[in-house]
């Protein structure tokens, strides 16, 4: 019963995430909300009168239910924001959807999730790229989000699917239906390996706007996103400008000049909204994966007190356990702030510590 009130708080009239999240942070529950009368709910601030009347006079609660034995039929998973289930990364963005749908099985809280994003009209350069990149991640136990598009989209599924890596579409309609047309045999295997996500309801049409919708799902359930391939214009930079927003990683590759399918991504790089990648190794070095093991510390720590003098070292001692901005630096190390950014400077051209996207430094 309780599934019937979340999916009927998202199909009243008006009321959006943010004033759904309002509500359920004042009355507790989606039941509650439905049992409040028209004082309860009015007294609430941003609550008006036209607001208190959908909600009291919406037929939602009887559409829910049609709904939810549709969902129940066919197996899919309604994840509602509290949900054990529903994906961490994106709960914590201010605008993540109050629920979704999911079909699949893969776990949508891995400990290393990576979104894939490009252009409709991938070059054979792009889809090289995404093969590199995907191969090379196999052994990361990773899972990769892309939006089951034509072009790096679908490139990227693909590629996961032959190296038995994890991947979940992201679509911008309801689980009744797959588009493009063309995918379904993908989707059906990506079922077994992955699965199809969306926060539309059965029966939604892939209508235009529902794609950017669709787009901060895929940058807010993510760890970093990858621009492979992308024109100046389109969906691959709004979920990269989305991902910044959320103080996400963006990585793009970049390409020739004159390629229109890669300006959006030489854009990204010459702005400073995405760090370059040359090769997909440096993807891995970015996000500090291999830094993590035993063996690497060790070591590291075996040789920080030979090579650096005593304001280094504090440096080191403090980027040891995370990577840290310049100011975080400065209050644990207590280092002017002239003296630290030379500091920086000098560790990292003797290649002791490494710039990040964000202005973060971390250790070599």
Same mark, same amino acid.
């Given at each position: 019963?309780?599934?019937?009130?979340?999916?009927?708080?998202?199909?009243?009239?008006?009321?959006?995430?943010?004033?759904?999240?309002?509500?359920?942070?004042?009355?507790?529950?989606?039941?509650?909300?439905?049992?409040?009368?028209?004082?309860?709910?009015?007294?609430?601030?941003?609550?008006?009168?036209?607001?208190?009347?959908?909600?009291?006079?919406?037929?939602?609660?009887?559409?829910?239910?049609?709904?939810?034995?549709?969902?129940?039929?066919?197996?899919?998973?309604?994840?509602?924001?509290?949900?054990?289930?529903?994906?961490?990364?994106?709960?914590?963005?201010?605008?993540?959807?109050?629920?979704?749908?999911?079909?699949?099985?893969?776990?949508?809280?891995?400990?290393?999730?990576?979104?894939?994003?490009?252009?409709?009209?991938?070059?054979?350069?792009?889809?090289?790229?995404?093969?590199?990149?995907?191969?090379?991640?196999?052994?990361?136990?990773?899972?990769?989000?892309?939006?089951?598009?034509?072009?790096?989209?679908?490139?990227?599924?693909?590629?996961?699917?032959?190296?038995?890596?994890?991947?979940?579409?992201?679509?911008?309609?309801?689980?009744?239906?797959?588009?493009?047309?063309?995918?379904?045999?993908?989707?059906?295997?990506?079922?077994?390996?992955?699965?199809?996500?969306?926060?539309?309801?059965?029966?939604?049409? !892939?209508?235009?706007? *529902?794609?950017?919708? &669709?787009?901060?799902?895929? $940058?807010?359930? =993510?760890?970093?996103?990858? %621009?492979? /391939?992308?024109?100046?214009?389109?969906?691959?930079?709004?979920?990269?400008?989305i991902a910044n927003s959320y103080n996400r990683d963006v990585y793009a590759f970049p390409g020739r000049i004159n390629d229109e399918f890669s300006?959006?991504?030489?854009?990204?790089?010459?702005?400073?909204?995405?760090?370059?990648?040359?090769?997909?190794?440096?993807?891995?070095?970015?996000?500090?994966?291999?830094?993590?093991?035993?063996?690497?510390?060790?070591?590291?720590?075996?040789?920080? !007190?030979?090579?650096? *003098?005593?304001?280094? &070292?504090?440096?080191?001692? $403090?980027?040891? =356990?995370?990577?840290?901005? %310049?100011? /975080?630096?400065?209050?644990?190390?207590?280092?002017?702030?002239?003296?630290?950014?030379?500091?920086?400077?000098?560790?990292?051209?003797?290649?002791?510590?490494?710039?990040?996207?964000?202005?973060?430094f971390r250790l070599a």
């Amino acid at each position: 019963m309780n599934k019937q009130y979340q999916i009927a708080l998202t199909l009243i009239d008006g009321v959006g995430t943010l004033i759904a999240k309002k509500l359920l942070h004042h009355f507790g529950s989606a039941e509650a909300v439905f049992a409040a009368n028209f004082k309860q709910l009015t007294q609430l601030d941003g609550i008006g009168k036209k607001t208190a009347d959908a909600i009291l006079n919406t037929n939602a609660l009887k559409l829910a239910e049609q709904e939810l034995a549709f969902i129940e039929k066919h197996d899919i998973q309604v994840l509602f924001q509290d949900d054990e289930n529903y994906p961490k990364r994106l709960r914590n963005c201010y605008d993540a959807p109050l629920l979704l749908y999911y079909k699949g099985t893969a776990n949508l809280n891995q400990s290393r999730i990576i979104s894939i994003v490009g252009t409709r009209n991938a070059t054979s350069y792009g889809k090289m790229l995404c093969k590199q990149l995907i191969e090379l991640l196999r052994p990361y136990n990773v899972l990769i989000s892309s939006g089951m598009a034509h072009g790096i989209d679908a490139a990227a599924h693909k590629e996961c699917l032959a190296s038995n890596i994890p991947t979940v579409g992201v679509m911008g309609h309801g689980l009744d239906r797959i588009y493009p047309a063309v995918h379904r045999e993908l989707a059906a295997k990506m079922l077994k390996n992955g699965g199809l996500l969306t926060e539309f309801l059965p029966g939604t049409n !892939p209508d235009r706007e *529902n794609f950017p919708k &669709r787009n901060r799902i895929i $940058a807010g359930m =993510a760890d970093a996103t990858i %621009v492979v /391939e992308a024109s100046i214009k389109g969906g691959a930079l709004i979920t990269a400008e989305i991902a910044n927003s959320y103080n996400r990683d963006v990585y793009a590759f970049p390409g020739r000049i004159n390629d229109e399918f890669s300006e959006g991504c030489n854009f990204l790089i010459k702005t400073n909204r995405a760090g370059l990648i040359n090769h997909p190794q440096d993807l891995i070095y970015y996000l500090g994966w291999d830094h993590n093991n035993a063996e690497h510390k060790k070591t590291l720590q075996a040789q920080l !007190p030979l090579n650096l *003098n005593k304001e280094e &070292r504090l440096v080191a001692e $403090a980027l040891q =356990a995370e990577s840290l901005g %310049v100011d /975080e630096l400065f209050l644990r190390t207590k280092l002017p702030q002239s003296k630290l950014a030379m500091i920086l400077l000098t560790m990292e051209m003797n290649g002791l510590i490494v710039a990040l996207p964000g202005k973060l430094f971390r250790l070599a």
